[in-house]
C-alpha cells in the first residue's frame, strides 16, 4: 500500500550542484504536484502536471525544472542549487476529479550549504 | 487579498475544549473543501471533506457557509493528540484544469 513515494528522504548539497528528486505514485493518478514548505509558511506549488507528458509553472516555479515521462513518476530538478532553496519537498497526487483530495508522499528535507 | 485565508494562530487550549477554526476563500466558483492536518515536519493528512450539508466525523464537525465563502472545523473534547496545524484546501476550476489552493494553516497546541 505505498501511495506516494518521495525519494531521497533526506539530502545535503552544496552550492551549485544539481539534483533530481523522485516521486512515484501507484494510484494511476492523473495530476501530480511539487510543492515546497518552508518553516513558519504554507505549502507552495512549484510546478504541477495534469497527465503523462504535461507540465505546467506554480507559484514559485524559478529555479527546478521538472519532468513526467511515465504517468506514474513526477520528477523535480534542481540544475544549480541555491541556499534559498533550502526546504522540505513534498509530493501530491489525486485523480482528475473535482471531488477528490490530494494524496502526499512523506516529503524530502533538503538542504543546500 | 489571498485566494484562501486562514488565522495562523496559535490557538493554545486546554485539554478537553472545544476550538473552531475558520478559513474564507475568494472564489465563488469554488467546487470542494477538504481539512489536513499537518504535523511538525511531517506531511499533511487528510483530515475530512466538507460537505455543503455539513459533516461530522467524531469529535469533528466540518461546515461550509457558500454565501459567507468560509469553511470551518470544529473540534469537541480536545485531545494532546490533536496538537497539530489545520489546512484547509479549496478546489475550483479554470478551464479544463483544476485549481487547488492550501490555507497557510492554523497551529493549534493542546495543554495537559
Known amino acids: 500500500n505505498a501511495g506516494v513515494t518521495q525519494t531521497p528522504k533526506f539530502r545535503v548539497l552544496k552550492t551549485g550542484q544539481s539534483m533530481t528528486l523522485l516521486c512515484a505514485q501507484d494510484?494511476?493518478?492523473?495530476?501530480m504536484y511539487w510543492y515546497r514548505q518552508d518553516p513558519g509558511m504554507g505549502l507552495r506549488l512549484i510546478h504541477y502536471?495534469?497527465?503523462?507528458?504535461?507540465?505546467a509553472k506554480g507559484e514559485v516555479p524559478d529555479g527546478y525544472n521538472v519532468s513526467r515521462l511515465k504517468k506514474q513518476n513526477f520528477l523535480l530538478g534542481l540544475e544549480s542549487a541555491a541556499p534559498s532553496q533550502t526546504s522540505v519537498y513534498f509530493c501530491?497526487?489525486?485523480?482528475?476529479?473535482?471531488?477528490?483530495?490530494?494524496?502526499f508522499g512523506d516529503g524530502t528535507r533538503l538542504s543546500i550549504l | 487579498r489571498k485566494e484562501v485565508e486562514q488565522d495562523p494562530g496559535p490557538f493554545n487550549v486546554p485539554e478537553g475544549a472545544t476550538v473552531a477554526f475558520n478559513c474564507t476563500y475568494s472564489n465563488s466558483a469554488s467546487q470542494s473543501f477538504f481539512w489536513y492536518r499537518q504535523d511538525c515536519r511531517k506531511e499533511p493528512k487528510l483530515l475530512m471533506s466538507?460537505?455543503?450539508s455539513g459533516n461530522e466525523d467524531g469529535r469533528f464537525t466540518a461546515q461550509l457557509n457558500r454565501a459567507s465563502q468560509y469553511i470551518s472545523l470544529l473540534i469537541r473534547d480536545s485531545k494532546l493528540s490533536d496538537s497539530a496545524t489545520y489546512l484547509c484546501v479549496v478546489i475550483g476550476s479554470s478551464g479544463s484544469a483544476r485549481q487547488l489552493t492550501f490555507g497557510s494553516g492554523t497551529q493549534l497546541t493542546v495543554l495537559p
Open positions: 502536471s495534469v497527465g503523462e507528458g504535461t507540465t
Open positions: 494510484m494511476n493518478h492523473e495530476y
Open positions: 466538507v460537505y455543503s
Open positions: 501530491a497526487s489525486n485523480p482528475d476529479r473535482v471531488d477528490q483530495p490530494q494524496h
